[in-house]
């Protein structure tokens, strides 16, 4: 069967995506023909320049804001219109979507041109955004998709693809969201992958022609997460935590080092460093492989982000740079401990400058992560934060602090739990929520993520991505869309006019 897999913005344009590289392992292996249409990327390359800013993740609400997608798709028309002829230009029966969060707008936009081009083309959903049943049966509902596949597709999509070309009825294939005689059915729990060692190797050769040699790699040697801090959706996305094995690890990062000729490996694991064991296993599978060397072929490097943990400690850390770690990125999020126990963490504050000083002194890159306006974060919490970047000057190589500030997903601990936390229900926000003695709001965490930017830049620490200083600068664009939300139209023009006059 010809299948075309498809990813939409918003997303990462910087590396190739590694879920439709896995897709395309599992659907050669089954002997379909795979066609990849990484349109985010081709869409991104051929925007014009005043929408390239909505790919740094600066404005994600205008992702969600269907007005101003339809606006980039008429300023676009031909390009837009491009995508969907060459997609349906392959003559292939299954059209299948990666939905995340932010690329299911654009996904069911460009699916209903698909539809109304092309009405006997199969087009399935699967993807994050499709895991929560009640959103997968709404895209259902609303037509945009033939079939949902409401879990991981490694098993799924090509138990799908094989049904649908013997003509077979789909009924046995679980973890599928149908209509039937104008009836959803839902063929039950779906099946996942439970030993991680047998999956094959990530198939890039569509994809990463795109891209220039420097490029990072996404490998990913785990599902799941052994952490369960409150604001993540990590453990409802991928229940239980799986992993393959420090050697298996291995052959994928040297398989693809030889296959692609390139060397920059990135994690795409929620942690790095969860089992310490295969981690180590991992490294001398690497230092064997790097004493060995390749003549022609540069030294492997990779990294991700991990957890702080005691074993952690400047040896280990010396023997993950000699097995080619150039960077770790540390989820430390506030530098206060209380919130930090908020948030059910799991780690002291003094252990977290112990790891990232050993870090730094092993010559790895080292990174850490911050929110802003935690439920519950006081003044004095955030003076905390403060301290800790004065603490740690000397060690950290970036910070990088939340964009989105504190996200409160419905599907979380947090989410589930607005009463506990003091949030208010009414015209819930994932971004614009507030509490209900209105003393955290959108403002105030603005407020406190500009005062850490700031810190930062005068502590001579780097702030990454690069465009969080157009953020900054930005602040009254993002005050109008919050004002928008909030219904406040007043002093979202008020801002408007502002914004004009100040040119």
């Not at 979507?97 to 707008?105: D, H």
């Not at 596949?149 to 693809?161: K, Q, S």
């Not at 540069?298 to 850390?317: K, M, V, Y």
């Amino acid at each position: 069967m010809k299948v075309s897999l498809v990813l939409c913005p918003f997303w990462n344009v910087t590396e190739p995506p590694l879920s439709m590289a896995i897709l395309t392992s599992h659907l050669k292996g089954r002997g379909n023909t795979v066609y990849n249409f990484n349109l985010n990327l081709d869409l991104y390359r051929e925007c014009r320049p005043e929408y390239k800013n909505a790919w740094t993740g600066t404005d994600v609400q205008f992702w969600f804001d269907e007005s101003s997608l339809k606006e980039f798709i008429d300023r676009h028309k031909d390009a837009f219109d491009a995508c969907v002829s060459k997609v349906i230009g392959t003559g292939s029966d299954l059209i299948c979507f990666t939905v995340y969060g932010m690329t299911g707008p654009f996904s069911v936009l460009l699916s209903e041109q698909i539809k109304q081009r092309a009405p006997e083309k199969t087009v399935v959903f699967g993807g994050p955004e499709c895991f929560d049943r009640t959103k997968a049966l709404s895209l259902l509902k609303a037509g945009h998709a033939d079939y949902v596949i409401t879990g991981e597709g490694d098993i799924a999509l090509p138990d799908l693809a094989a049904l649908l070309e013997s003509g077979e009825k789909p009924d046995s294939c679980p973890g599928l969201l149908f209509m039937r005689d104008g009836e959803p059915v839902y063929t039950g729990e779906p099946e996942a992958v439970s030993d991680l060692d047998s999956l094959p190797f990530p198939d890039y050769s569509g994809l990463i022609a795109s891209y220039d040699p420097d490029t990072s790699i996404p490998v990913q040697s785990s599902r799941g997460c052994t952490n369960r801090c409150v604001y993540c959706n990590e453990t409802v996305l991928w229940p239980g935590y799986r992993y393959m094995s420090g050697e298996r690890i291995f052959r994928e990062i040297e398989h693809l080092h030889g296959r692609l000729l390139m060397n920059n490996f990135v994690f795409h694991d929620s942690l790095i460093n969860a089992d310490i064991r295969r981690l180590s296993e991992f490294c001398d599978h690497m230092l064997d492989y790097i004493s060995r060397g390749i003549r022609g072929r540069r030294p492997i490097s990779w990294g991700g982000s991990a957890i702080i943990r005691p074993e952690f400690d400047l040896q280990f850390l010396k023997k993950m740079r000699s097995a080619g770690c150039s960077f770790l990125s540390y989820g430390i999020e506030s530098g206060s401990q209380r919130i930090v126990n908020r948030m059910k963490k799991n780690f002291s504050i003094d252990a977290a400058h112990d790891v990232i000083r050993d870090t730094r002194e092993a010559g790895i890159r080292t990174i850490a992560n911050f929110m802003f306006g935690f439920p519950g974060e006081t003044e004095d919490d955030f003076s905390e934060t403060i301290k800790f970047l004065e603490r740690n000057r000397g060690y950290l190589d970036a910070v990088a602090p939340m964009m989105t500030f504190c996200e409160v997903h419905a599907d979380t601990y947090l989410g589930n739990n607005l009463r506990e936390f003091d949030i208010s229900g009414e015209d819930m926000h994932e971004v614009f929520w507030n509490t209900k003695t209105g003393d955290n709001d959108y403002i105030k965490r603005f407020d406190r993520f500009e005062s850490f930017y700031n810190k930062a830049g005068s502590l001579g620490i780097k702030v990454i991505p690069d465009f969080a200083e157009s953020f900054v600068s930005n602040r009254i664009f993002h005050m109008i869309r919050y004002y928008k939300h909030k219904k406040d139209y007043e002093t979202a023009l008020e801002l408007c006019r502002k914004s004009i006059s100040d040119g």
